[in-house]
């Protein structure tokens, strides 16, 4: 495999329910594509976040993930407000959450810092008014 397999999800950023597919549908391809449980893991925790934030914070976006035998790369762009403050906003327990949607269970500020925490590298683009673009890298072990 020299070219990168590419998988487009559009994250719909109207409600909950939905939130998460793109991150089950990974999974299952990762799977289907005999990755170890960890990489798949990591992955999946990491798309997972990045939707919930999608969905909290800027109505949406996609998540294209790019699958190459020695690295996954999970791209997730939006067009909504921005991160004012990204040391801020990668401090565990930080968060701009609403009330309404904590209510529900999420945005106990730990979107950011798990992305962190379960790739190998993670680089944030964002322009306030404009969006965001966070790109992660998983490194899959040579078996």
Not at 22 to 48: C, E, H
Not at 57 to 79: C, F, N, R, S, W
Request: charged share 20%; hydrophobic share 40%.
């Amino acid at each position: 495999m020299s070219e990168p397999l590419r998988f487009h999800f559009d994250v719909d950023g109207s409600n909950f329910t939905s939130a998460g597919e793109a991150s089950i549908q990974i999974k299952q391809k990762l799977r289907q594509l005999g990755f170890a449980p960890d990489i798949i893991k990591r992955v999946a925790i990491s798309m997972y976040e990045g939707e919930i934030n999608m969905v909290i914070h800027a109505g949406g976006g996609t998540a294209d993930v790019y699958v190459l035998p020695e690295t996954i790369k999970i791209v997730l762009e939006d067009h909504g407000p921005g991160i004012a403050d990204v040391e801020l906003a990668m401090q565990e327990g930080f968060s701009t959450a609403p009330d309404s949607v904590r209510s529900l269970g999420f945005g106990a500020g730990m979107g950011l810092p798990n992305m962190k925490r379960y790739t190998d590298n993670m680089i944030i683009e964002t322009e306030l008014g404009k969006g965001t673009k966070i790109t992660m890298t998983v490194n899959v072990p040579r078996q």
